[in-house]
């Protein structure tokens, strides 16, 4: 998913005629777009494995919602991992996926708003 958003994005960028300040916010919203949607795919995974009861659960401060799980693909994504709620079971090897998945395509996305960002800088 996120290749494509990156492949997509630069495609778009490079056709805009807009100014070089307005093509850098298209590319940061781009970016935090593309990584809500990978934060919610993981949510959902999240959410089904909890209800299904074969995959483990989700405890701590946590009720069972779409928007808790969410919350906390969010706080896994991101490596914050507050600890207020805590995966049981099987459940554990997805979030250690997330926290890498979320380390690596930050990182990634990190780069191609910094070679976005390089352009623009020598070009001016």
């Not at 778009?12 to 850098?24: G, I, N, T, V």
């Not at 896994?76 to 554990?92: Q, S």
Request: with cysteine.
């Amino acid at each position: 998913m996120h290749h494509e958003v990156l492949v997509r994005l630069s495609a778009l960028l490079a056709k805009m005629h807009e100014s070089h300040h307005f093509r850098l916010v298209i590319a940061v919203l781009g970016v935090l777009i593309a990584h809500m949607a990978e934060v919610w795919v993981f949510a959902g995974a999240y959410f089904y494995m909890h209800h299904a009861d074969a995959w483990g659960s989700l405890t701590g401060n946590f009720n069972g919602s779409f928007l808790d799980c969410v919350y906390f693909s969010f706080s896994t994504f991101t490596t914050v991992g507050y600890g207020d709620i805590e995966p049981v079971g099987d459940l554990r090897f997805l979030t250690g996926i997330e926290g890498l998945s979320g380390l690596v395509l930050i990182t990634w996305s990190a780069s191609f708003l910094y070679v976005k960002m390089q352009r623009y800088w020598i070009g001016s």
